[in-house]
């Protein structure tokens, strides 16, 4: 009976510690480290599909009237919906093959003391990408000189990914905002787009 009281206490003993001490630690590590992998994931999915081509007249269509004045701005549809799901699909992708390596360790960092940090085996805990990683698309206008106008189209892309550690499991939120593609516009940009977020709305109308 005392042997068994006597398990008990070690066993609480160490569920006490794991939370108190070592989980603090592996999250706040392991956080830094997911979003850097969330982020390379979501680059090299841009690089992969994009592949260093300007992509901008494949996505926007500038219509003018007959002086040549800029009139609207069309949206390809097809296009940007393929556009941002390759992207996606590839991050996803990109993602679960980084995951697979999980987020290690080493065992002087999880003691908690200064001087071991950095030193021993390390110890691999692992990480899931959970859900489907969510696109939206915004766009700028900036002023490129006399008449001209430097237009910008980005992707933003939102990861989830699951850290599992030894007493629970957390969940990491990630933020990638990429520029996809610009162009630089001659003639005066409509009010209607460059005052408003008209042109954000009809890009994720039809993603």
Not at 67 to 77: A, H, L, P
């Amino acid at each position: 009976m005392v042997l068994l009281v006597f398990l008990l206490i070690i066993i609480i003993s160490i569920f006490v510690f794991f939370n108190v001490y070592v989980n603090p630690i592996i999250i706040t590590i392991s956080q830094a480290k997911i979003k850097t992998m969330a982020t390379k994931a979501v680059n090299g999915a841009v690089q992969t599909v994009i592949n260093n081509t300007d992509v901008y007249d494949e996505l926007i269509d500038i219509m003018t009237d007959s002086e040549g004045n800029i009139t609207m701005f069309q949206v390809r549809s097809i296009q940007i919906n393929k556009l941002s799901k390759d992207i996606s699909k590839t991050a996803q992708q990109n993602l679960e093959l980084a995951s697979a390596e999980g987020v290690g360790i080493p065992l002087g960092t999880l003691s908690g003391i200064s001087v071991l940090v950095g030193l021993g085996p390390e110890i691999n805990f692992y990480v899931s990408p959970i859900g489907s990683i969510q696109s939206s698309f915004s766009s700028e206008f900036c002023s490129a000189g006399i008449n001209q106008t430097n237009h910008r189209i980005y992707l933003t892309l939102d990861t989830t990914v699951s850290l599992v550690l030894p007493t629970s499991t957390r969940t990491v939120s990630t933020k990638s905002h990429i520029l996809i593609c610009e162009s630089i516009i001659i003639g005066k940009v409509p009010d209607t787009y460059l005052n408003s977020s008209s042109l954000d709305e009809m890009l994720n109308l039809v993603a």
